[in-house]
């Protein structure tokens, strides 16, 4: 899709207003704050003023977050668990799996985000043995690694869809093509790609995606998702749980464990209601900015990052297929903590993880903001690795 550079971030950016102080392009760890998330936590506060304690209103809330992230990802919305972060939706998920019956091993992608492997590697304590799926040195995992990993004792592939290191983005619909031949559920990681490129269930071929709203999603701290294909749902009992996963949340038994039919089983106590809040109104932000259209306006604000990195003589570790990576972009650095200060004494905002520097555009950034960080970084051509 060809799109004006200028003409997105044209629209919106003034509703950002960090922009009237900074270069901010860190969408990998956090979305900008926006007019209307802001009024949303105004209006949370206006709310419990107001009414006291308006819980159903505030359970409705909830039940419009599961709708608007269904919506967002072509699920149903019993398919859909409110958590509090990625780690509370995948702790439960993985605590209802059963590795008893011959099928002992989650296969995890070396690009994973700590969660995803600590989380694994807390399931040795039930026995579980935990498989990593190495990298190339490029940024990629071939899908051959995942043919030799996953076998007759594998309970469980988590991969993520784009790395928080390098940014490879992995071949999500391959992996699950070889996971499913050989009868094996696949979790998505989709943290550092939900927002930024639309988000289908189906055509990603998962039986279970987590990811939250902190990041391209706009929204804030406090609240994460996990999608459950509707046919494993009530296959899995998760030990990892809480009131507001039982089946009847206002019978108050505590002398049974009765799950909720639906994917609300994964989720466990009070919601994060300020949260739901930031939630609804950043995901309605970003479907009215377009995600399809904030892909290509980031594609082609990547191109040009590229082009100056190359001509500085950068090493860009995210490969440059435009399949294999998605909005983040991170380069080599000699001193990665000093280029990050060094941009942020000029203003502009970015991040790091081990040697790279992690740039991730989105909706909001110009052309302006790359050639700004192109500056910086020529300033600072004694830092890139
Ligand atoms: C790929 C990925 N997964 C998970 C997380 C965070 O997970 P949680 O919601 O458990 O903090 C992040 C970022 O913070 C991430 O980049």
């Known amino acids: 899709m060809a799109v004006d550079v200028a003409s997105l971030p044209g629209r919106i950016r003034h509703r950002f207003p960090v922009f009237e102080k900074r270069v901010y ?3 990998c760890s956090q979305g900008a704050l926006s007019d209307s998330v802001r009024e949303a936590y105004d209006r949370y506060l206006a709310d419990w ?4 304690a308006p819980w159903e209103y505030w359970v409705e809330r909830l039940e ?3 709708a608007s992230i269904a919506g967002l990802i072509n699920a149903e919305e019993d398919e859909v668990a409110v958590t509090t972060s990625v780690s509370a939706g995948v702790s439960a998920l993985l605590s209802g799996l059963d590795f008893s019956n011959g099928r002992d091993t989650i296969v995890v992608s070396d690009f994973e985000f700590p969660t995803i492997g600590q989380i694994s590697h807390a399931q040795e304590r039930r026995g579980v043995r935990v498989v990593h799926v190495p990298s190339e040195g490029d940024g990629t995992i071939p899908l051959e690694r995942f043919e030799d990993a996953v076998d007759e004792r594998t309970a469980l592939v988590a991969v993520t869809h784009v790395c928080f290191r390098n940014g490879g983005r992995l071949d999500v619909e391959g992996i699950a093509g070889i996971a499913h031949e ?7 990681d989709a943290y550092q790609t939900i927002g930024s490129l639309p988000i289908d269930v189906r055509a990603l071929g998962c039986d279970f995606l987590a990811a ?5 999603l706009l929204g804030s701290a406090g609240l994460g998702f996990l999608y459950c294909r509707r046919e494993l749902v009530q296959g899995i009992e998760p030990t990892a749980t809480g009131w507001f996963a039982d089946r009847d949340i206002f019978e108050m038994d505590i002398h049974d464990y009765s799950p909720a039919p639906s994917a609300r089983r994964f989720e466990a106590g009070t919601p994060p209601v300020p949260s739901t809040y930031a939630a609804i109104a950043g995901i309605e932000l970003m479907q009215e900015i377009g995600v399809a259209e904030t892909e290509a306006h980031v594609r082609e604000l990547n191109g040009l990052l590229r082009d100056g990195l190359e001509e500085l003589g950068a090493t860009v570790v995210t490969p440059r297929e435009p399949e294999r990576s998605g909005a983040l972009l991170c380069v080599r650095s ?18 790091c993880r081990d040697d790279n520097l992690r740039i991730s555009a989105h909706c909001y950034n110009t052309a302006d903001d790359v050639q700004a960080v192109l500056d910086a970084l020529t300033a600072n051509r004694q830092l890139l690795g």
């Open 25 to 27: 392009i860190n969408s």
């Open 49 to 52: 003023d107001e009414y006291g």
């Open 64 to 66: 419009a977050v599961r």
């Open 182 to 188: 050989r009868g094996v559920p696949v979790l998505v």
């Open 212 to 216: 939250g709203v902190l990041k391209y």
């Open 334 to 351: 000699t001193d990665v903590n000093a280029l990050v200060a060094a941009l942020e004494e000029e203003g502009i905002v970015t991040s």
